[in-house]
């Protein structure tokens, strides 16, 4: 199981590294956004990798990949981890 990376907060998903894996920490979005999310599988806790940053951002959750707009994925929050564990 992949640890916490060393950092003190919960960053956004767009700073996060291409290819590093990460927990979802918090979705700061309307709940009919935040629901949507919920529904492709992006979901409390969720494991995820960034495979891609830009326009669409591409996340990895499971064996699912989804797109999101760029804005959309700075109001997702994550927990970087170390390891590998998707």
Known sequence: MASLASTTR???LCELQVGQPARLHAVDLDDGA???????????DSELR??????????????????VSASVACHILVWPLNGSSI
Do not use: F, H, N, Y
Not at 34 to 44: E, H, R, V
Not at 58 to 63: L, M, P, S
């Open 34 to 44: 935040a629901g949507l999310l919920d529904a492709l599988g992006l979901t409390s």
């Open 50 to 67: 960034l495979c891609k940053r830009g326009e669409p951002c591409i996340v990895q959750v499971g064996g699912t990949r989804l797109g």
């Open 10 to 12: 919960p960053i956004p």
